[in-house]
């Protein structure tokens, strides 16, 4: 998306099941940019038995992060394609400072960071509900955002399915990895002057319009 002559390149912060996968999609419909989401790449390549599927399932499945230069190799490719030029949304990368100075460091210009804040206690709430689906990577939740028909996706068709790290345990261990590695991210990119939150509101619709609010500013 092009405003003003500026571009969108932005990151969703926040921490697992605050809502950066939906957000993600509707911002790139709405604006025609790809949504990239590590999660989503790391997931098929464990489906499909890739040799880096191989080596991240058993972190992502104990909640915790894959090696940085995994990520940051996935990122860098991507980013490479030419549907990026004209803006992109970065959904579940930097989580790590080394992750945001890597990217730093592609010389990718981040035009706006939007921190979705959600407590601890909703989001454990939340993630009993969340189905997603494996072939496109699209997010539903049984009760917030429902698929058109219940269990199949409204985008390919195909069978959702919950994710094995949405069980309780896992979503604690994660929890506590957002707060310990990727939190201070906020900081990161406060000091940059690029960083704005987003209270995660019950209704999505409600998210979403703090969302576009805080996209239309950052292009004005
Ligand atoms: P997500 O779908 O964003 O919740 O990611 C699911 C899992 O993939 C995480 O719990 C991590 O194990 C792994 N993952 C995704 N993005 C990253 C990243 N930027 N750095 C390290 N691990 C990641």
Known sequence: M??????????????????????????????NIPAISTGSIIRAAIKNGTEMGL???????????????????????RLAEP?????????????????????DEMNVEITLVLSIEVADEKIAERMGGRRVCNKCGASYHIQ?????????????????????D????????????????????KDFYGKKGILKLVEGQ????????LTLKAISDSLE
């Open 2 to 31: 092009i405003k003003n002559g500026k571009k969108l390149k932005m990151i969703f912060l926040g921490a697992p099941g605050a809502g950066k996968g939906t957000q993600s999609e509707i911002v790139s419909e709405k604006f």
């Open 55 to 77: 080596a991240a399932k058993e972190a992502t499945e104990r909640g915790e992060l894959v090696p940085d230069s995994v990520v940051i190799g996935i990122i860098k490719e």
């Open 83 to 103: 549907d990026c030029e004209n803006g992109f949304i970065l959904d579940g990368f930097p989580r790590t400072v080394p992750q945001a100075i890597a990217l």
């Open 144 to 164: 917030y955002n429902p698929s058109k028909t219940a269990g199949i996706c409204d985008k390919c068709g195909e069978p959702l399915s919950i994710r094995k």
């Open 166 to 185: 949405d069980s309780p345990e896992i979503v604690l261990s994660r929890l506590a990895t957002y707060h310990e590695q990727t939190e201070p991210l």
């Open 202 to 209: 019950e209704e999505l619709s409600d998210t979403t319009a």
